[in-house]
């Protein structure tokens, strides 16, 4: 192989180092799979997502169909990337050598970089069949390694849209199933209501059970798969946001207005607790990672108008749990742990609504 000139060398290097950072990038984003991790894809993802929510201010009526479209654009746009990164890189190195080291009959005078990004995308089998044949035994191994990244990209890749497809598929009926159970009102007194007619909690408990365990698959696949959180319906009954908040305030409700003696079993269940839990696990976590800069360590103590609305908003689930013939009890002691339980959370919702662009009556009907 003839000795490459010191351009070549150099460009032959970056080509490496390119390369490697999107094999990391793809290892991190689809074997790693953790939140907040991945070079490239987590920058992709947010700017496309904040592109999307400068543009949709200016269609009001349309905000939430053009929201919708964030997430399938950010995967179509990271598997994208990924590939033609990965056939630059495959043609900066190539490039140096194109017409000596590798060789086509087609075009044997053709050594210009379009043509080594042609050569690149067909080493990986990303272009297709090609005449470029490498004549020395470095670059025979070259494409030998090529052809096993672009393989084993691609399969990673597909398997990785099924996944991510499946658990967006999981977490909107676990939306659905949250509103539902609210009586499509998305108030949680009413889904108390709903769980434990005429004070009978038996199946209401196993209810809770399934919704616990639902809510936590939510956490771990997002935890798994970052991107389903760029993923905003037009209904904002499928946001995090509002399946969270209707959750943890039902197992607020729960523990603070219901009757301890005829319901404290229920106020320290297994259920309870893990959906209160996995919610705000959840909600924090998300919180955390994609709203970089606006989170709170640290839940802040509620103003005297906000104090207020909770108040309201208690005496206002009593009544509709005191309707379905639930025990209740609405003390100033239950008002005051009401309000300290929310103040645990409260903050993470406020958080999380405005960076998937949702305003607050849109999550919360019973916000004002």
Not at 254 to 282: F, N
């Amino acid at each position: 192989m003839p000795a490459a000139s010191a351009w070549g060398i150099v460009e032959q290097a970056a080509g490496a180092i390119l390369g490697i950072a999107i094999l990391l990038d793809v290892f991190l984003t689809v074997l790693y799979a953790r939140a907040g991790t991945g070079i490239f894809s987590y920058f992709i993802a947010k700017t496309i997502a904040n592109l999307f929510r400068l543009t949709a201010r200016n269609f009001d009526k349309r905000r939430g169909t053009i929201l919708s479209y964030s997430g399938p654009l950010t995967l179509v746009s990271i598997v994208g990337f990924w590939s033609i990164l990965l056939a630059v890189a495959a043609a900066m190195i190539i490039h140096p050598d194109l017409g000596t080291s590798v060789t086509s009959s087609s075009m044997p005078d053709d050594r210009d970089f379009i043509t080594a990004l042609f050569a690149g995308g067909n080493s990986l089998s990303i272009v297709g069949t090609g005449d470029f044949t490498p004549q020395t035994t470095p670059f025979k191994l070259f494409y030998f390694y090529n052809s096993l990244v672009g393989t084993a990209v691609i399969s990673l890749t597909l398997t990785y849209l099924m996944q991510v497809y499946n658990a967006l598929q999981r977490r909107n009926s676990l939306a659905l199933h949250v509103h539902q159970l609210t009586g499509e009102t998305a108030d949680a007194a009413q889904m108390i209501a709903m769980l434990g007619p005429s004070g009978k909690f038996d199946s209401g408990n196993s209810d809770l059970s399934s919704l616990a365990n639902s809510m936590t698959q939510a956490k771990e696949s997002h935890h798994f798969y970052p991107v389903l959180f760029y993923f905003r319906f037009r209904e904002s009954l499928y946001s995090v946001s509002q399946f969270a908040l209707v959750s943890l305030d039902a197992c607020t409700l729960i523990r603070s207005a219901l009757d301890e003696t005829e319901y404290g079993w229920l106020k320290r269940s297994a259920p309870v607790d893990q959906l209160y839990r996995s919610a705000k696990m959840l909600t924090k976590m998300l919180t955390e990672n994609f709203v970089k800069g606006n989170e709170q360590s640290k839940p802040e103590p509620p103003d005297q108008k906000t104090v207020e609305l909770w108040h309201k908003r208690f005496l206002e689930a009593v009544r509709t749990i005191d309707a379905a013939g639930i025990k209740t009890q609405k003390d100033e002691s239950a008002m005051r742990q009401y309000i300290e339980i929310r103040t645990d959370w409260q903050h993470l919702i406020s958080t999380l609504g405005p960076a998937a662009a949702l305003a607050s009556e849109e999550i919360d009907p019973k916000a004002s």
